[in-house]
T-cell receptor, first 110, second 113 residues
């Protein structure tokens, strides 16, 4: 089945700097790759997603890139703000259900 | 606003005492999911309903059951909660199965005493 790895597990950046989180997946059949942000005590919220027919997608300060050949995708956050501090999960759709990465705890230091 | 609602937000139960968590949605989505999330871990899928079709994950303990009486509501029943079942329980919905965005509710934090 699908296996998703995510790095780093923790990331601290200064406010205004960029943050990059990388995920790799194993199942070449995966075609949909969402990213979720989870704040303490809340449910995961979709922040951006990408499908396999697209190499890059951007939404304001957030972008996702996908390399299907290498089976990896990355989340890029520019001009980070304190409110970006949260746990971020990547996921791949595998052969039906989502498989989540283990998460990255992002801390944006003022 | 269309959304996924979970009640209660916090639930305390006693070891071995049955407990039911509820989820409702106004999105009119076909699929409803239940996930278990323990501290500092990713959500783990327990089961999902595609309309009335129930799909259990292979490693979901028999202690966990689910009901979906109609499109809008889905329940998670834990028949005999153990200390290891203390976790955040997340409900999610999607229009269809696979390769579709899942929308999560706020979760119910379960404490077992």
């Amino acid at each position: 089945g699908e296996n998703v790895e995510q790095h780093p597990s923790t990331l601290s950046v200064q406010e205004g700097d960029s943050a990059v989180i990388k995920c790799t997946y194993s199942d070449s059949a995966s075609n949909y790759f969402p990213w979720y942000k989870q704040e303490l005590g809340k449910g995961p919220q979709l922040i951006i997603d990408i499908r396999s027919n697209v190499g890059e997608k951007k939404d304001q300060r957030i972008a996702v890139t996908l390399n299907k050949t290498a089976k990896h995708f990355s989340l890029h956050i520019t001009e980070t703000q304190p409110e970006d501090s949260a746990v971020y999960f990547c996921a791949a759709d595998g052969r039906g259900n989502f498989v989540f990465g283990p998460g990255t705890r992002l801390s944006v230091l003022p | 606003d269309a959304m996924v609602i979970q009640n209660p937000r916090y639930q305390v139960t006693q070891f071995g005492k049955p407990v039911t968590l509820s989820c409702s949605q106004t999105l009119n989505h076909n699929v409803m999911y239940w996930y278990q999330q323990k501290s500092s871990q990713a959500p783990k899928l327990l089961f999902h309903y595609y309309d009335k079709d129930f799909n259990n994950e292979a490693d979901t303990p028999d202690n966990f059951q689910s009901r979906r009486p109609n499109t809008s509501f889905c329940f998670l029943d834990i028949r005999s909660p153990g200390l290891g079942d203390a976790a955040m329980y997340l409900c999610a919905t999607s229009v269809n199965r696979g390769r579709e965005t899942q929308y999560f509710g706020p979760g119910t934090r379960l404490l077992v005493l």
